[in-house]
């Protein structure tokens, strides 16, 4: 079995929680007044929320696309499919002779 994609997801968390955790105590532990930490923690709170609404937008934009694309090459194929079928129906209208016409008919 392949487990570099489980690997590199357990990496990727593992650095994030790190980071996270790192953050933490820093803050917790450097020489600062409660009011300074507060602002420090507020601040960084207001990044990561500024960058996750970035990221959201960015990702709706996209998917927005993606929709849109599919709606186009969906259209696109049903107009394809239909010329396709109308084209048949010509061609056997063409080469089957209409019986419903009085020529064929004798008295």
Same mark, same amino acid.
């Given at each position: 079995?392949?487990?570099?994609?489980?690997?590199?997801?357990?990496?990727?968390?593992? $650095?994030?929680?790190? #980071?996270?955790?790192?953050?933490?105590?820093?803050?917790?532990?450097?020489?600062?007044?409660?009011?300074?930490?507060?602002?420090?923690?507020?601040?960084?709170?207001?990044?990561?929320?500024?960058?996750?609404?970035?990221?959201?937008?960015?990702? #709706?934009?996209?998917?927005?696309?993606?929709?849109?694309?599919?709606?186009?090459?969906?259209?696109?194929?049903? #107009?394809?499919?239909?010329? $396709?079928?109308?084209?048949?129906?010509?061609?056997?209208?063409?080469?089957?002779?209409?019986?419903?016409?009085?020529?064929?008919?004798?008295?």
């Amino acid at each position: 079995m392949d487990n570099r994609g489980t690997s590199a997801i357990e990496v990727t968390l593992s $650095f994030l929680l790190g #980071t996270a955790a790192g953050f933490i105590l820093g803050v917790l532990i450097a020489p600062a007044s409660g009011e300074e930490t507060r602002k420090k923690i507020r601040e960084s709170a207001v990044k990561t929320g500024a960058k996750a609404k970035d990221s959201y937008e960015r990702i #709706t934009k996209e998917a927005e696309k993606g929709i849109e694309l599919v709606k186009e090459k969906s259209s696109e194929g049903v #107009t394809a499919i239909k010329d $396709f079928v109308d084209k048949k129906k010509e061609e056997i209208s063409k080469k089957i002779p209409d019986f419903s016409s009085k020529e064929g008919e004798k008295e």
